[in-house]
């Protein structure tokens, strides 16, 4: 499955992508050293404003368009305020990113963003959403259940023809597990403002960790910023991953990034649906059965499974279940073909 990825950052959604086994056709990102990391990661950067790049030649060809829209109109520096200035794309992007879906047309679009902005995205982007998705559904993840050491929540909507089972939690993993730092749970959330003040500030320290306990936790006792390492690490970046640019720019990319195993997970989730289907669509093709029918059938067929699970299937596994029975699958629907033609 091919992606273009909007606000592509250093590139967390896009290792998480990718290791999911999606395909990038292009990580467009304005930040020069943002751009610069995604390029060493070998990513298809385009350094650009997205408001700049034409789209057009991509219309119809693109499987998945996955954004982060910036959000400081919901950022804790910002108070909350909302989005005032609607249109100012640094205080809010989704009303740009809704305009490129309606240009892009991709099969599935998938966005993240802080929790802060839930409400504006249930009022305002949801419903444009419905006008062109059968299934827009939004979850609220936290990465410290999707194989991050770090306590990180976010707001996740998916949009597509299928509808999706969220990912599954996995065992939560502490700061301990993952950098020797003696504190038994997640890290707090790495933030982005690692680069100012003093590391021996306690307001710092808290501002970093996001914790008043956080004093603490320095294994020397010394209250000290955790390395470009350490955060990279709680957020799941691999080791030697290539952040590019100064040290306060190479801390904003991380500290911004969506840590790809939550990324990853999602995207499994994306590709599970789309898979179980996909290859049951393909099945039926080999037996003649035209695409608009095909999809009709499916439909109907895996509604009655969701609504009246059978017994013994896991009713949150409905799309794995489904992936794993294409052969019955399609016989029962190429079967009702042949009987509504006959
Ligand atoms: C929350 S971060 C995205 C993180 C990224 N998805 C990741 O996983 O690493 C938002 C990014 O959008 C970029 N950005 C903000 N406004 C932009 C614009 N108008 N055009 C392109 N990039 C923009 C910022 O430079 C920042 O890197």
Redesign the pocket.
């Not at 650009?48 to 700049?52: E, F, H, I, P, W």
């Given at each position: 499955m091919t992606v273009l990825?909007?606000?592509?950052?250093?590139?967390?959604?896009?290792?998480?992508l990718h290791s999911a086994g999606f395909e990038h056709v292009a990580c467009?990102?304005?930040?020069a050293s943002?751009a610069a990391t995604l390029r060493a990661a070998g990513f298809p950067a385009v350094e650009?404003?997205?408001?700049?790049v034409d789209y057009t030649a991509l219309a119809g060809t693109v499987d998945v368009l996955?954004?982060?829209?910036?959000?400081q109109a919901w950022s804790s520096a910002n108070q909350h305020d909302g989005p005032k200035g609607a249109d100012d794309?640094?205080r809010n992007?989704w009303p740009?990113t809704l305009r490129i879906v309606g240009i892009v047309r991709p099969r599935w679009a998938i966005f993240?963003?802080v929790k802060n902005a839930r409400r504006y995205v249930e009022r305002a982007v949801l419903p444009e959403l419905r006008k062109l998705y059968a299934h827009v559904s939004l979850w609220v993840l936290n990465a410290a259940d999707h194989g991050a050491p770090q306590s990180r929540t976010r707001i996740f909507v998916i949009a597509g023809p299928r509808p999706v089972t969220p990912p599954i939690g996995t065992a939560r993993r502490t700061m301990r597990d993952a950098i020797g730092i003696a504190y038994d749970r997640p890290s707090p959330c790495v933030m982005t403002n690692e680069g100012k003040g003093r590391p021996t500030d306690p307001a710092w320290w808290r501002k970093l960790n996001n914790a008043s306990d956080a004093l603490s936790i320095a294994t020397d006792g010394a209250r000290r910023k955790l390395t470009l390492a350490e955060c990279a690490t709680l957020q799941t970046f691999p080791e030697g991953y290539p952040f590019a640019g100064r040290p306060e720019e190479r801390y904003?990319?991380v500290g911004?990034?969506?840590?790809?195993s939550l990324?990853a997970a999602v995207a499994r989730a994306v590709r599970a649906a789309e898979e179980g289907l996909g290859t049951i669509r393909e099945g039926l093709s080999s037996i003649g059965t035209s695409g608009d029918r095909i999809e009709r059938l499916l439909s109907a067929a895996v509604g009655v499974l969701r609504r009246r699970p059978p017994r013994g299937i896991d009713p949150d596994d409905i799309d794995g279940f489904v992936a794993r029975n294409v052969g019955q699958l399609r016989a029962m629907v190429g079967d009702s073909l042949s009987r509504r033609t006959a």
């Open positions: 990825d909007l606000f592509a950052g250093a590139g967390g959604a896009a290792l998480g467009v990102e304005r930040d943002a650009a404003d997205v408001r700049d996955w954004a982060s829209p910036p959000c794309i640094a992007g740009w993240e963003n904003r990319q911004n990034a969506v840590p790809p990324a």
